[in-house]
């Protein structure tokens, strides 16, 4: 497991995408289940913002990068799933794609969200320079990404 995280790879996303391929598991489910991982990461997220700073800020922007995933599949973003089937996993480049272009489809706010969530990861897990202030300052944001996301992939927007 450690090695596998040290190289940059998340477990969980492994796992996910493995049984996505594997099954041949329609996207819809691919999109729920990135859904379901974006909602626990934002409770986890919102749940450590007070005890421990950094674990908060790698959950809430796990939520997010979810949410990217989520979108990027129900918008059939081809040729970003592609690449990202291709290498295996997700990375920043991928993501920042995917963001840009559902930028175009929700509104500028998406892509404002994710550099707050990008923040996080980078200043507050990476870094662990963030205090419980600046990790609730962005808990909504993040919360409204995970929201306005099951809002859209419900049909409902």
């Not at 059939?76 to 290498?87: C, K, Q, S, T």
């Amino acid at each position: 497991m450690r090695s596998i995280r040290e190289r940059g790879l998340d477990v969980e996303d492994l796992v996910i995408n493995l049984l996505i391929k594997s099954l041949n598991l329609d996207p819809k489910i691919a999109v729920e289940a990135h859904v379901e991982l974006a909602l626990k990461y934002l409770e986890e997220g919102r749940g450590l913002a007070d005890k421990d700073t950094v674990q908060a800020s790698e959950k809430l922007y796990k939520a997010a990068e979810e949410v990217v995933k989520a979108l990027a599949i129900h918008y059939g973003f081809d040729d970003i799933l592609n690449r990202v089937n291709e290498r295996g996993r997700w990375t920043v480049t991928e993501l920042e794609k995917a963001v840009l272009r559902i930028s175009k489809h929700l509104g500028d706010w998406v892509r404002a969200v994710w550099d707050e969530a990008n923040y996080l990861h980078v200043w507050g897990f990476h870094e662990a320079k963030l205090d419980t202030t600046a990790v609730r300052l962005r808990l909504p944001d993040i919360e409204r990404m995970v929201r306005e996301a099951e809002k859209v992939l419900s049909g409902s927007n």
